[in-house]
């Protein structure tokens, strides 16, 4: 998507237009938290914080909360499905 904007400018005070593209990236998060885990996993908020407190989930303190990478998201998911199959 282009935008056309309108700047001064700064010697002449003139109008210079220039083209801004804006993109459509998707930032794809470094860590989630217990919350986003639990929507992701389609759990209840008590049952994902239990996981991650039991360390059945793995999880790094971050100030005052847990922050949970994405491949320890799928290392639990590996794991439960291992279980299964066993």
Not at 1 to 6: A, E, F, K, N, Y
Request: hydrophobic share 35%.
């Amino acid at each position: 998507m282009t935008v056309r904007s309108q700047a001064r400018g700064q010697r002449t005070g003139a109008p210079l237009e220039r083209d801004v593209h804006l993109s459509s990236a998707v930032i794809t998060p470094r860590w989630y938290t217990i919350e986003q885990v639990a929507v992701m996993l389609g759990y209840g908020l008590t049952k994902t914080k239990y996981l991650v407190h039991s360390g059945r989930i793995r999880s790094v303190k971050d100030g005052g909360s847990r922050r949970i990478l994405p491949e320890w998201v799928d290392d639990y998911i590996r794991q439960r499905v291992e279980d299964q199959s066993a």
